[in-house]
């Protein structure tokens, strides 16, 4: 089972009731687990596979903010208030499986184990700190360094996949299983335009 960092500030034994109370979730690739605005109703600690964390922007485009994968968490923010909604969407770029730890089960938690809100304190902690260094990057960091940054980023989070940056600045994404073959490519995704040139990443051609 995959070690998850936002658990690192509970005992053992909490980490385990936790995990008791989880049940597990299946996604197939393209699968939302849910939409933004959506109630929280559960958050989700990401078992195996990947998925995309997208929101809305004011001209109504879809924006790509981060991949997560295993060992990883989402959702658990909004269930910090009574009546929270999601603020992305989460959709699966290839079969995916979590473990979801529903509302209930997670006040009662919190109530039993004040460990749990340490949890939370620090993953909010987490969070403010990487919206802020996103903030710094938009403001001073020039676009093509940035997509450069967000390419090595996905890159080193999985061997099996390739970046590659191709003509007139678009930007694909080449996910393949580590049980296909050279030629079996699971998806492929388009970055903005502000991409440089016949860039490369893992020997991609």
């Not at 299946?26 to 995309?52: K, W, Y």
């Not at 030629?183 to 991609?204: H, L, W």
């Amino acid at each position: 089972m995959a070690e998850w960092a936002l658990l690192s500030v509970l005992t053992p034994q909490e980490r385990e009731r936790l995990l008791a109370v989880g049940h597990r979730r299946h996604f197939a690739t393209g699968e939302i687990v849910f939409h933004e605005g959506d109630p929280a109703d559960a958050f989700h600690l990401l078992m195996s596979g990947r998925v995309a964390v997208r929101v809305v922007t004011p001209n109504g485009d879809q924006a790509l903010l981060t991949v997560l994968v295993p060992g990883e968490a989402f959702g658990e923010l909004a269930l910090l208030g009574g009546g929270g909604r999601r603020t992305a969407t989460i959709s699966a770029l290839e079969p995916t499986q979590t473990l979801a730890v529903g509302r209930a089960e997670f006040d009662r938690l919190r109530k039993q184990n004040p460990s749990v809100d340490t949890m939370l304190l620090a993953a909010v902690s987490a969070q403010v700190e990487r919206l802020s260094e996103h903030l710094l990057e938009v403001l001073f960091v020039p676009a093509r360094a940035r997509i450069l940054r967000r390419l090595l980023t996905l890159t080193a989070q999985d061997d099996s996949t390739v970046a590659v940056l191709a003509r007139r600045g678009t930007v694909i994404l080449l996910t393949m299983p580590s049980s296909a073959g050279p030629n079996s490519i699971a998806c492929a995704r388009r970055a903005p335009n502000e991409a440089p040139r016949g860039e490369t990443k893992k020997g991609a051609r």
